[in-house]
């Protein structure tokens, strides 16, 4: 049971959801069926908002699940993952979310900015995590991307998954880092450092690592 649990995976977030000050929803989005039904998704938001809009903690475990949040004026985030997950990378993708929106509304993040600006927000969303994979923690690429959509460039053309066909390696390099990041903290302490291939060379990557900024990749 424990080896499946510290079985590595790049699928770290479950769900980002974007609630009003009464709990309501103003953006969800959930990366896999652990609330398949609407109706299962609103209970476990309603709970979620109850038991974190009075704290001033920034992490949580709720219904075996690891929440990560943090509120703006009448807004609350959340990134969700799973109870194993580690909780810097979670808070990597609220912090790049929040961040992005921030410079898109230009720091104006509350509930009616965000409202006339949603096409935005799903662009955004989607440009830092596909299907639960985290592909960017740096809003500056974000809003460079957002905007570059917004002049209808084709999305999928500002994807990591197609970085190598355009030429971009930066997207490359920044998805290596965060998903190794995400291994590593799940290495057992004494075990061998990470190995990593970069550009055809063999990279290890010590333990002592704590945040995605210490990795060298993102230099």
């Known amino acids: 049971m424990e080896a499946l649990i510290l079985e590595p995976s790049l699928y770290t977030v479950k769900a980002i959801l974007i609630l009003d000050n009464d709990g309501d929803r103003l953006f969800a989005k959930y990366y896999d069926d652990t609330y398949p039904s609407v109706k299962e998704q609103k209970a476990f938001e309603k709970n979620i908002f109850n038991k974190t809009h009075r704290t001033d903690s920034e992490i949580a475990l709720l219904e075996g699940l690891t929440v990560v949040y943090k509120s703006s004026i009448d807004l609350y985030f959340y990134v969700i993952g799973s109870s194993y997950e580690n909780e810097l990378m979670l808070m990597a993708v609220l912090n790049c979310l929040f961040d992005s929106l921030s410079q898109m509304l230009r720091k104006n993040v509350e509930k009616r900015a965000l409202l006339e600006n949603m096409e935005g927000l799903f662009l955004a969303v989607d440009e830092i995590v596909d299907g639960g994979v985290i ?59 990470l190995v990593l291939l970069e550009e055809g060379n063999v990279r290890k990557i010590g333990p002592e690592l704590t945040s995605v900024a210490d990795l060298p990749l993102f230099a």
């Open 135 to 193: 592909l960017e923690s740096d809003p500056q690429q974000v809003v460079h991307r957002v905007a570059l959509r917004g002049e209808d460039v084709p999305l999928t053309e500002q994807t990591v998954s197609q970085g190598s066909q355009k030429g971009n390696t930066e997207n490359q390099r920044h998805l290596v880092a965060t998903s190794a990041l995400s291994l590593l903290m799940r290495t057992r302490r004494g075990t061998s450092p």
